[in-house]
């Protein structure tokens, strides 16, 4: 179990698409357009939710990364840069598709929250600053993300705020409440050595639920999207547009402020990802089932946009911004010299 759980994590953009295509091939020969989504939901949000907040270690937020430039620029960029790009680009490219173009709002409204620790660690990046970053935007969701939608996307999708709030509430503070009593008690238990090791598999179960939820909210909507195939375009040009403009005003702020590659990095990535979990969880408990298949495209694209971002960008970042790392090597030879 836990090799098909690693497995999971380290390959969830192939699962993703595996999941995606077959509730496109099975909603298109069954009909599944009377499936109820909401238990569905609430089962996988918290497949998804309580393993990924039981790893999250907040205690060490205190005794993490001072750097405030940082943390405010990217909290800045996270919710309000973003919103407005996702405001523009709906009232544009995705303005006669009002489901889509409010999937698009909820990509700019609930920002990155414990996966920007990880891909600041595959980037090599500053990933205590990171960890302040997750957590502080995590907490902030139930506080913003709800104006934000109603301010951007009331015209799109009518929902009650109140509601939203409670929502999000609910599926951020029991999770997190649920995963420090866990944490401690493993810990208590069976020792901290234990605890770092499963939970590295903690990431995996959450993929169960992310995959839960992308089968049923595309295989109901698939005899709509293969009859629309227009559809995927209108999602694959809305979120690209979204990661390009990101990108290029986070890069370039980044350097503006003069920020070394380890902490531009995650401005970069603070910037351009967003939460998987919980814009699909809420998604599939409110709004209409084509904002959840824009949702459930994303995953993918976004694992995809930032590799290209870390891997194929990121040498070039590296040396547009400069490198702590590099300055202190060049410190050190001088000394030696």
């Given at each position: 179990m836990e090799k098909i759980l690693l497995e999971l994590k380290k390959r969830l953009y192939v699962?993703?698409?595996i999941v995606f295509v077959l509730a496109l091939v099975l909603g298109y020969?069954?009909?599944?357009?009377?499936?109820?989504?909401?238990?569905?939901?609430?089962?996988?949000v918290?497949?998804?939710?309580?393993?990924?907040?039981?790893g999250m270690v907040i205690e060490k937020v205190k005794k993490s990364s001072r750097n405030f430039?940082?943390?405010?620029?990217?909290?800045?960029f996270a919710y309000v840069i973003a919103s407005v790009t996702a405001f523009i680009i709906s009232r544009?490219?995705?303005?006669?598709?009002?489901?889509?173009a409010f999937a698009l709002i909820m990509v700019g409204a609930i920002p990155c929250s414990n996966m920007l620790i990880g891909w600041s660690g595959i980037a090599d990046a500053s990933v205590e600053d990171a960890l302040v970053i997750a957590v502080v935007g995590l907490l902030l969701i139930p506080v913003l993300s709800p104006v934000i939608l109603k301010l951007s996307g009331g015209i799109f999708v009518s929902f009650h705020i109140k509601s939203l709030v409670i929502i999000l509430l609910s599926y951020i503070l029991i999770p997190l409440v649920l995963g420090l009593f866990t944490r401690r008690m493993i810990i208590k238990k069976k020792g901290t050595d234990y605890f770092i090791h499963i939970k590295k598999i903690f990431?995996?179960?959450?993929?169960?639920?992310?995959?839960?939820?992308?089968?049923?909210?595309?295989?109901?909507v698939s005899r709509v999207v293969i009859g629309k195939p227009v559809l995927f375009g209108l999602v694959l040009a809305g979120l690209l547009s979204y990661y390009l403009v990101q990108t290029f005003l986070s890069l370039f702020v980044g350097k503006l402020l003069k920020f070394k590659y380890e902490q531009g990095m995650i401005l970069i990535l603070g910037a351009t990802a967003s939460s998987q979990a919980i814009s699909l969880?809420?998604?599939a408990t409110m709004f209409p089932a084509l904002t959840v298949f824009a949702l459930s495209f994303k995953p993918l694209l976004q694992v995809l946009y930032i590799m290209l971002l870390i891997y194929g960008m990121g040498p070039w970042i590296k040396k547009f911004l400069g490198s702590e790392k590099k300055k202190m090597r060049e410190g050190v030879n001088s000394i030696k010299n």
């Open positions: 699962y993703v698409f020969f069954i009909d599944f357009r009377t499936l109820n989504m909401k238990p569905i939901s609430i089962i996988a918290f497949i998804m939710l309580y393993p990924m907040l039981t430039k940082l943390i405010t620029v990217t909290l800045t544009s490219i995705l303005k006669n598709n009002p489901d889509i990431p995996g179960i959450s993929s169960i639920g992310i995959l839960l939820i992308v089968f049923s909210s595309v295989a109901k969880s809420v998604a």
